[in-house]
């Protein structure tokens, strides 16, 4: 019998139940899950190991990967440009990175970029793995880059290259990578154990991953999502795993525990407020969660309703019943979202990954029986 540690209020014991099944199964090896309700902190669970041999707990200060749930933190980072007057969505990315408007792509604009619409899920022609390490020659191979499809006329999940692009433009407006960007505005000044980019000091705190035997299944296989899950080079490699963690790619090298990730979400739920302090408008948490394509994904297997960078839960409903529930999924099974009609932020993470590409069943039931709670 696995020990849940942590805390649930009464309502939600339910919760605790489905979390505590979960492990009785042999579904998880080690996870945590967080939910906050206008504010406040309702549920916190964790349970399990933090390595692959049982000696070492998962417990509240341990980091996990959450792989493409960064990309919900990408997501608020441009939101704030837009929210202090620096960037528009509706503006062309080439106004902010003039490169870009090479084979194509000048009138691409921000919000196309961030839902995945722009036509570079990835590179289609053999390179070094080892590439992806470089941030300034991936941009330059973006921003020369052809499309791979029609641009405003389908999405097309950007599982790697979203960072850079995303990361791009941030660095173009403000200065700064947004790894230092959330650490000085964000998790630093709220205490958030969020990192972008980690400290080799952090690095003992990080959960050893449990991998799936198997690959995803990615249903229909085209040209896009080859370049962007399929080939040798796809994903950074021949640099190991310390490398990553250090690296800053807001699409994939987030480290995170569900505490902090749901209360950054449960501020997107409520109004903007984290800890009393206002850290994005409550026009602005609309308009980066509203659609801007919704349709049969070229690359996933789903038919998507994106925002700004926010997968919209109207389509596949990962995050409970409600269809202005917005969030992001990671590889493995983490996600995190933001429920604003109920004002409820949640995450999940662990380190036994699976190989749902989204709506793993594991947060999916906890979630579910949540709501059921409210």
């Known amino acids: 019998m696995v020990e849940i540690a942590g805390h649930a209020s009464p309502r939600f014991a339910a919760v605790k139940d489905v979390f505590a099944a979960s492990f009785e199964a042999g579904e998880e090896l080690g996870a945590r899950f967080t939910l906050v309700e206008a504010g406040e902190t309702v549920v916190d669970l964790w349970a399990g190991s933090a ?45 902010v990175w003039p490169e870009f408007a090479a084979a194509g792509k000048a009138s691409i604009t921000i919000e196309q970029l961030m839902s995945h619409q722009d036509g570079l899920s990835g590179f289609p022609d053999p390179m070094d793995p080892s590439l992806w390490f470089d941030w300034d020659a991936i941009c330059a191979k973006l921003a020369a880059m052809a499309p791979l499809w029609p641009p405003g006329t389908a999405s097309g999940y950007h599982p790697i290259t979203f960072g850079y692009l995303a990361g791009e433009v941030f660095r173009r407006v403000d200065g700064r990578r947004m790894g230092a960007a959330l650490r000085e505005d964000l998790a630093g000044p709220f205490g958030l154990d969020i990192w972008i980019g980690l400290p080799d000091s952090e690095f003992g705190r990080v959960a050893e991953l449990q991998r799936p035997k198997a690959l995803p299944d990615f249903g229909h296989q085209n040209p896009a999502t080859r370049a962007a899950f399929l080939t040798p080079w796809a994903q950074p490699g021949g640099r190991g795993g310390i490398d990553l963690k250090r690296f800053d790619l807001p699409s994939a090298t987030g480290q995170a525990t ?28 609309a308009e980066a969660a509203r659609q801007r394509i919704r349709g049969q994904d070229l690359v996933l297997p789903f038919e998507i309703s994106w925002g700004a960078g926010f997968m919209r839960n109207e389509t596949v409903h990962p995050w409970g019943p409600g269809n202005a529930t917005f969030g992001h999924a990671g590889w493995g099974g983490s996600c995190a979202f933001a429920d604003p009609e109920r004002r409820l932020g949640g995450a999940y993470v662990m380190n036994r990954q699976s190989t749902d590409l989204l ?8 979630i579910e029986a949540a709501y059921a709670a409210l």
């Open 51 to 95: 390595d692959r041999t049982g000696a070492k707990p998962f417990d509240d200060k341990t980091l996990t990967p959450i792989f493409s749930t960064t990309k919900a933190i990408a997501a608020l980072l441009i939101a704030r440009l837009v929210d202090q007057g620096k960037l528009d969505y509706v503006q062309t990315v080439a106004s």
């Open 258 to 285: 569900a505490a902090a990730l749901a209360r950054l979400m449960g501020a997107l739920a409520n109004d903007g407020w984290l800890d009393g302090e206002d850290i994005l408008s409550p026009a602005l948490i």
């Open 359 to 366: 709506g793993d069943g594991r947060p999916r039931r906890l």
